[in-house]
């Protein structure tokens, strides 16, 4: 079976880390039954020097053909972000509809956690983050700019269809871990429209999940128990906004933004998914051989998980936490020497 | 110079930290030149039970009398957060115009960091939050309530005035301090309307501060920086929901949600400012003689600052953190075996 998979490199260290990627790949690749055709696409800054868009104009409907998107990381300076991110990345989530955005939180063997006295048996949790609708609406505008009295009005839409086919998604991922348990992030005691609207969401369908114990927690006393109490938590939901920093927050305890992944899901196999280091393109250090692909390669894993080659995802993932738990060769974030492609070649060693 | 100041004790633990406050008040009234002339005020939800409102129609006026208002914490089970907080904490602050709220997050000395080889020299910033307006509006409302198609609109109004006046107080305050850096917090990569606007306020200011440098951080990062480089960090400012979750966060890594004082302030003297504890009721634990006191004195501490009582102000702080530094008589979530009164005692003594 041969699975389309298209990749957009992107900018700055996200054309470092894609190579990783696709060695990767293609050392799975030589398995008998598993098979890619990965097909480049160059959308990025440079692309938008060139042509004036950040993709062209049929550029989502290219993407469609496509089991699976891999994306590197978007952004690179002089070119603000409303064209970078609302030109590429933005659209690419709302458009496939992958409302569904997945953050493990999980301190690899052999990191050391930024917490104190903490280690991986701590730090083990996934943030469901709603990734089309909520604090990012297209809705707003600005009134008397210019003058004195100037103003913006931003609006944060929170819709039931798209509560529920996110919190039915966040239950049914609690049912399927050992705990049990879903912790949702909100703001129903300050914030007065929104939040009450989406705990009325939890509330409708938690009893259709009697199993799991449903816990509500105001999202500033949540980061700070991601801090105090990580071990507390297996399953958050929260919006897009929450959802965003929770999954932000999580991982500078965990190794770093330098080891998180992250999948755009549409539950639709019809629909690709799209899959990305939660880090950006870091200008400062592109080019430098310095990145570290752990984000890149778990974000490969995530989107084998996604094509059901669930073996290929689990040697994959087997293979980058030997190479962190054995320390030997470790990137320089982490505190070792070894440089973007060093790493992924001790990765490929154990993959063997 | 007698102070009149207004005290709430409120709910649960507010209770239980008000009489800490008043006991360092009595002490510090002792002093020649030193007054203050304190009023019980029992707006709490058990005010409620028995009025059907969280304080009276002329509650806000009652208190208007007064220098500096001192608030425990507000919420008990049963009543909903929209009748207590919206009933009582968030009218005050926003009737009085207290568009401040200042959030020290400091590792005293004695403390422990949850963070990983942290300590005092590492935590030490000041989170600015804008406390009147922003994604606390009372602005949005429902839509198809109750069928499949049913929706919330949440409006986030940001204002040039509103933003103006606490950027300025933030200009002002970093170049009070030592580092003359500004961090401010934003997601205008995400956000369209309200956070680009912010960002404008922000660049249209730091001109009339030339001395400051100015530092973008968007909220996500940020939140993730205050755990992996609290270090970067002087004075940060942001808006209501931002400071809301950044002050959270911050004091989850400099002591616990225990230790947080804040203070709600509107900078005209002819209107008083409010000081509370970041900490909430705590109900779980209300009337056990358990919770800490400190975030309460230290509070204190921040009223005294602002009605100009500086030597007493120092005083009680330095009382406070002899305390800690010494490490004997300590709380329950600080380690120790001491309660709330135990505790009060020990600063006491050492205020002398
Ligand atoms: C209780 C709640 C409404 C309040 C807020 O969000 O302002 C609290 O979290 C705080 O920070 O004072
Ligand atoms: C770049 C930005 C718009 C984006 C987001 O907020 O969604 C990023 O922070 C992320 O988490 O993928």
Redesign the interface.
């Known amino acids: 079976m041969t699975h389309r998979i298209a990749l957009i490199p992107g900018d700055g260290i996200g054309r470092e880390v894609m190579p990783s990627a696709i060695r990767c790949l293609n050392a799975l690749a030589r398995r008998p039954g598993l098979d890619f055709a990965l097909s480049d696409f160059p959308y990025s800054c440079e692309y938008y020097a060139q042509h004036g868009a950040m993709m062209p104009d049929d550029g989502i409907d290219q993407l469609r053909a496509h089991d699976a998107i891999l994306l590197g990381a978007v ?1 690179y300076p002089g070119v603000p ?2 064209i970078s ?2 030109g590429l990345l ?1 659209p690419i989530r709302r458009e496939f509809g992958q409302y569904v955005n997945l953050r493990p939180v999980r301190l690899l063997q052999g990191l ?6 903490r280690g991986p048996e701590d730090i083990n949790y996934l943030v469901i983050r709603e990734n089309n609708e909520g ?8 009134l ?1 700019d210019g ?15 798209g509560s529920e086919r996110i919190l039915d998604y966040a239950f049914q991922t609690a049912q399927s871990r050992s705990r049990q348990t879903l912790a949702y992030a909100t ?12 705990d009325e969401q939890v509330a409708a369908m938690a009893p259709r999940y009697p199993d799991i114990s449903v816990e509500q927690y105001h ?3 949540l ?3 991601l ?2 109490h990580p071990d507390w938590f297996d399953v958050i939901v929260g919006t897009n ?1 929450f959802g ?2 929770l ?3 999580g ?3 965990a190794g ?2 330098g080891v998180a992944p992250s999948a755009n899901i549409n539950p639709d196999p019809a629909v690709p998914s799209m899959f990305e280091p939660v880090h950006g393109s870091a200008p400062d250090i592109a080019g430098g051989d310095i990145a570290n692909p752990i984000a890149m390669i778990w974000s490969v894993v995530m989107m084998l998980e996604d094509l059901k080659e669930h073996d290929a995802a689990q040697d994959l993932m087997g293979a980058l936490e030997a190479v962190t738990a054995e320390g030997r060769v470790m990137t320089r974030d982490l505190g070792g020497q070894a440089g973007t492609v060093e790493f992924t070649d001790r990765v490929l060693a154990e993959l063997g």
Chains 1, 2 share one sequence.
């Open positions: 952004g972000d409303h991110l609302w933005l050391t956690s930024a917490l104190r006295d604090e990012y609406s297209d809705i707003g505008g600005r008397y003058l004195p009295e100037a103003m913006a009005i931003q609006a944060n839409v929170i819709t039931r269809k703001k129903s005691n300050g914030i007065k429209h929104s939040m009450p609207f989406w999202v500033d006393i980061a700070a128990n801090v105090t906004l965003d920093i999954s932000d927050l991982p500078a305890t770093g933004i």
